[in-house]
Structure formats: C-alpha cells, structure tokens
C-alpha cells in the first residue's frame, strides 16, 4: 500500500506525543532568537553621564546628558549609570549616538543577506543540517561579540551572527510546520509567535539582573548550546525526504513517530511513503525561479512579498513609536512584547474557524483603520492616541503571526524555505525603513500612523486575492499551487465550503493529485510554466 505524509499523519496523529516534543523544541528556538533581535536595546543602552570641560576646575558645573557642541571629544565625561553598556564602554553618546542603531541596523542587515542569500541552503542540503549549522553559528558569532576589543570587530561578528540567527528563525519555523499534520498547523504557527513575545520578557528580565553588557551578551549566547543537542529529539523532514526521493528514510521516521505516539497498529504491515504532489512532481526543481514560472504563481508571491514588507514595517514601526510606556525600561520592553501574547490567542482561537486569508485581512484592515484613525485625532488627547496604537499594534501582531502560517502553507515543499526567505527579506526591508517613516511625525503630527495605516488597509485588501489554504494538504510542487486557483473557482461558484480531501489517483505509471480533474498526458493551459526547461 502507499500512502502519502498527510495519510500516514491521519493515521498516527497530526499533534501526536511525539510531534509536541518536536514541536516544543524547535519552538523554544524563536524565544532563543528574541534574544539575539533585541540585543542591541539593553547591551547598547543610552548611558547617563555628565560633561565637564577638559580644562575646567573640578568645583565646575557640568552638562548633564549633554555634550559640548555635541562632540564627547569635547568633554570629560563621568558615567553615572549603573550598568555598562557599549554605548558607555565606547563613548557612543552625542554625537556619536547613531552608532549604536548602526550596530542594530547591521545585524538586521545580517538576518536580511540570511535569508535572501542562504534562504534555500535548507532546500538542498535538508532542514536539520542546516538548522544546526546555524544553531552553532549564532552561538559562536554572538558569543565572540561579547569579547570584542572594538566596535568595528563587534559590528562584524553581529553581522554574521544575523546571517545565521535568520537560518534559525526560517528552518526552525518549516521544520516545525512539516513535521506536524493539518489540523494543528495553525495553533502551532500562532505558538511561535507566542514564545517570541515571551522571549522578549525573558530577555528583558535577564537583562535587568546583568551588570554589564559583555556578561548579558554572552549569557544570550551560551544559552543556545542546549539546542545542540537537537537532533536527539528531532528528525530530518519526512516532507523534504520524500521531495528528495529519500522515501525509506521518510518512512523510518513516519514509522518511529508512529511508535512513539502509540499508533503503530494503525500503519498497515506493508507499506510505502510516496508523494502527495501532482504528475509533474518528478520534474526538478528551478529553485525560486519557479516562483516567476506560472502568472497565478507570480501574483500570490508578490501578494506576500508585499504583505510581509508591511507587516514588519507596522510592527516595528509602532513598536518604536509607543515603546516608551514611562518608567523602568526594562518593564517597558517586557510589556511590549507580552502584550502580542492577546493577540496571538485571539488569532489562534479564529483561524481555524474562519479561515486562515479572513483572520489576515481583518486583522490587517482593523490595525490599518485604527492607526488612520490617529490623524483625525487631536494631539492632546494622548490616551485616544495611544490605545488606538496599542489597538494597531496588536492587530498587526495577529497578523504578522498568521501570516507566516499562510505562507507556508501557500509555498510548496520543493522550494517553501526558499520561499518564505524571499518573504523574510521583504519583513526585514520593512524594519529597515520603520524609523524613516517614524520621521514624518516631526514634520505633520502623527503622519507616520497614517502612512502605516494606509499601507496596512491597501495590504489586508490584496491578501484577499490569495487562496485559502484551510484543511488543505500542504502543496508540494507548483503545479499544486496552480491548483489552488481551480480550488478557489469551486468554492465562488456557491457551492457549500468543506474541507478538500485530496485523493490520490494512479494513472499509469505516473502518481497524479487530481485537485481538478486532467487526463493522462494532458496539461491543462492555467499548468503551462512561461520558463522552459
């Protein structure tokens, strides 16, 4: 008998004991990577000091946060913070201050060329190698930041950590999508978005009991080589093995869950792993260009490069502008961070009820309504202000969580990581241009939240234009992404909404998924690729 991966989840269990030990592993690693992204908020801190001129008499008054002509080489400067910072270490003040958001922008900059350079290492050579590659990379490059004699060997190793730490965030987040079934995809990928938000409180609490930046770097670091020992508790793809034709070892692993989960009887005595992709599926793949080889193909990913641009932009954006909640900056960061924990489990509790396009344009059209709204608001109601904020930015933390649950399940598994890296440096262009945007504030009070609006509305507008993927098979090739076109014409033709169960049908020699029906040898015209082989 064959059975594909969706079958053989059917039968041992989408969520079973053993996919949650899997599951709570690599979901650990985006608390991990919380960590490393905002590094740079407390290890470059902006230190208290007080500027004395270099010939002035001791009984002198000096300029408290302020440097003369703005240049600490004017000064003799006397810290008065506690805690050291690099900012402190290196006299990063005044003047000099831009460079610690370069530090930021740069490691940003890393995690951008990660994904968009090395996005489909984990395509060719597997998920695990390479998530353990990279698991050992940020661990080195982060960990031997912490002992750097300067600032330019600093912002070199954080660049290269950033490379790596996007390998985490991306492999992590596939790996832990394909080893699950159907069923729980989308509480699974609101989970992640979950522990990254409580990584932020983590952070920020070890963050308060350390002295020193080189100490609260390199406890972040060292605090990754648990996860060395990863692949002890979790197994290569079964999804990837089987694009690969690795089929038997697929199947050892398909069989070990099964054991695992208490659900061997369940797989019949004799079997074989085969592919869930339609007849095209023993054509090799072109890598990402396959995303440009089909006009629907081509939409959905522009669609999503878009959608995560600004996703990421919003995010960051109103993260930066409603930060500063007053008081301790340790309390502030945590809360920003944990008041995504809300949002999350609403977005979780609808989106396998709703759908998973409905739940992202709502999510996106309240935030973006909410933050235009600001604009009509006058300034010295700062309470209306900032809860229509908060309510923007827990709009787009649904989203952006949602969002990533959608696309991996929109990209197929022949170039899905590959795929959701496009999409990744699209999020990190965004984060990039935030305080840019952030800047229009000085000029027109609270422009900046009309532009993020706008682009939110316009963003939550197009995402209607993509399939939905809900109950769904994952697609494994682009000619199943092609498919969800037919899909969609099925479900607007009136016919009443199920879930889609996707049979498999042997014709000749070939294996063919018949999402609409095509006879042997047949290529229906919305299938012809535009790039030839």
């Given amino acids: 008998m064959h059975l594909t991966i969706d079958d053989v989840y059917g039968r041992i269990g989408h969520f079973g004991n053993r996919q949650k030990i899997y599951f709570f592993v690599l979901c650990s690693l985006n608390g991990w990577c919380a960590f490393h992204q905002l590094l740079t908020v407390f290890v470059g801190l902006d230190p ?34 506690e805690y050291k910072s690099f900012a402190s270490e290196w006299n990063l003040i005044c003047g000099e201050k831009y460079k610690v958001a ?11 060329t990660g994904a968009l350079v090395l996005g489909s290492v984990a395509d060719v050579i597997g998920r695990l190698k390479t998530l353990m590659v990279s698991i050992l990379g940020t661990i080195a490059f ?20 950033g490379v790596c730490c996007a390998l985490v965030i991306l492999v992590s987040f596939v790996l832990s999508q394909e080893l699950i079934g159907t069923s729980w995809r989308s509480f699974c990928g609101m989970c992640v978005a979950m522990v990254f938000a409580i990584g932020i409180g983590i952070y920020s609490w070890l963050a308060s009991i350390m002295s020193d930046w080189r100490t609260l770097t390199l406890v ?12 002890c508790y979790v197994p290569e793809s079964p999804r990837w093995l089987v694009t690969q034709g690795r089929t038997d070892e697929a199947k050892v692993i398909l069989e070990d869950m099964a054991k695992k989960n208490k659900k061997s009887k369940e797989l019949p005595s004799h079997w074989e792993v085969k592919s869930s992709g339609g007849k095209n599926k023993d054509k090799k793949s072109n890598g990402v260009r396959d995303l440009v080889s089909h006009p629907y193909v081509l939409l959905l990913t522009l669609i999503q490069i878009f959608s995560w641009f600004v996703n990421s932009c919003t995010y960051y954006g109103l993260t930066m502008a409603a930060s500063n909640l007053g008081g301790d900056v340790y309390i502030s960061t945590a809360l920003s961070g944990l008041i995504e924990i809300p949002a999350c489990i609403t977005a979780a509790a609808v989106i396998d009820r709703v759908g998973r396009r409905i739940t992202l344009c709502t999510a996106m ?16 109601y700062v309470t209306v202000i900032t809860g229509l904020a908060l309510c923007g930015k827990l709009s787009i933390s649904a989203s952006f969580s949602v969002a990533y649950v959608h696309s991996a399940e929109i990209f197929p598994t022949i170039i899905r990581n590959s795929a959701v890296g496009i999409v990744s440096v699209a999020a990190r262009v965004g984060g990039i241009i935030a305080p840019f945007i952030l800047m229009l504030g000085d000029y027109i009070p609270n422009m ?3 532009v993020f609006g ?17 109950g769904q098979p994952m697609p494994e090739n682009i000619a199943d992404v092609i498919a969800f076109r037919s899909n969609e014409k099925v479900m607007k033709s009136g016919k009443k909404y199920q879930k889609l169960k996707m049979l ?22 919305d299938q012809e690729p535009l790039l030839e082989e």
């Fill in 504 to 525: 498999d049908e042997e014709v000749g020699a070939e294996t063919v998924r018949p999402r609409t029906p095509t006879k042997k040898g047949e290529v229906r015209e």
């Fill in 365 to 380: 059209l309240l935030g973006g309504t909410a933050c235009i709204c600001i604009q009509f608001i006058p300034v010295k």
């Fill in 448 to 450: 900046q939240f009309t």
């Fill in 48 to 81: 208290t000091f007080k500027c004395y001129e270099k010939n002035a008499s001791s009984a002198a008054e000096p300029l408290i946060n302020k440097c003369i002509n703005n240049d600490p080489q004017e000064c003799r400067i006397s810290y008065t913070s």
């Fill in 102 to 112: 370069l530090v930021q922008s740069i490691w940003m900059g890393g995690v951008m």
């Fill in 142 to 161: 982060e960990g031997f930041s912490a002992f750097a004699p300067t600032l330019m060997i600093m912002i070199i190793l954080r660049f290269l950590g």
């Fill in 454 to 470: 706008l682009m939110t509305f316009l963003a939550g507008m197009m995402n209607l234009k993509l399939p939905e993927t809900l």
């Fill in 220 to 231: 972040c670091s060292l605090s990754g080589i648990v996860f060395l020992l990863l692949p």
